[in-house]
């Protein structure tokens, strides 16, 4: 029994067995479920997917009726989970610099509002703020005593309505044309003296370029604009952020905004005081050291901790249901009720928000080693 002895030998028989013993536990579960599942009666593959629903979404991004299949509704979950989720991991984002600025300025009644923020949003169970705001949002008067502002924009129970372009495929065409003429300006910058100025410049010229495009390349008998109307119980153009949509929005960005803003200011206070003193004395204004030191200096620190709010937010879109979104989890709940096919629908699920959050860890850790100072691990 000399082959005992050697080390290398016993730790390769341990693994082998350790594999073979979780191989036979994961084959036992598999046989032992399909014998379930067949007792049962229960239905299994994804034939299912090609079938139509025969229920109605409530807010979709794209066509669908009742006639629709699954892969569709799927997809349309899907999609409304990342406009959520991406909104609020914008607008969190935006509105927690400013809290974090806010509790580092050394002003005492703007430390005083972030910090009674901060410990009023991030106690409160996110599921009770989304409920607060739906209610708020669903007693709102109705479509013929909706509030108004220049009787283009109506709040009302319905939602938030507001003018939107009304772009034709060749509208879509003349901003592509635009978008990529003040491309092309920006990279002419790069070698030259205005480099500072790319960007304002950028943005500047796709403007003006778009606008004049448009204006002198639409059709004058139809509308650049398609503005809401009310006609009886209803409004007839524009577009329209339904209640449930726009609860859970506010809800979750007035959440992760707290969490956020604090993550912020952990990496604001993190910068060495020496450099913020160095821009001072070089006679720079408060404005121009948070700009060019203080934030680029912080963003490095904070990144990974980001990285991990940002995939919590939009795991979070899935209190949507509470309230009636139609979400990815809604939709495939709603899925597993109408077709049966619970195995199936809960690994698209899995899967799908396995993908979502992956790629942005993916992202944020390609951003994360782009910036890493280097000679540092």
Known sequence: MQFLTSQKIRQFIFQATFLIVIFGVILAAYFVGQKNIIDQ?????????????????????????????????????????????????????????VLALMRVSGNKMMMLIGTAYVEIFRNIPVILQVFFWYSILTHLPGVRDAYSIFDIIYLSNRGFMFPIPAFSAGDIGLLILALGIAVIGYFLLRQSNLKAWRLPLFGSAFLMLASFLLISGHPPETPLFSIPEARGLRFVGGLALKPEFTALLIGLTLFGTSYIGEIIRGGLLSVDRGRLEAGAALGLTPFQINRLIRIPLAFRAMLPALANQFVWLMKATTVGIAIGFPDYFAIISTSINQSGQTLELLAFLMLGFIVINYSISFLMNVLNARLRLKGKS
Request: net charge negative; proline share 4%.
């Open 41 to 97: 009666g229960i239905a299994t593959g994804f034939d299912f997917l090609t079938t139509t629903t025969g229920w109605p979404i409530s807010f979709t991004l794209i066509d669908y009726s009742p006639r629709s299949t699954y892969t569709t509704a799927l997809f349309i979950g899907l999609l409304n989970t990342l406009l959520v989720g991406l909104l609020t991991i914008f607008f969190a984002t935006l509105l927690g610099l």
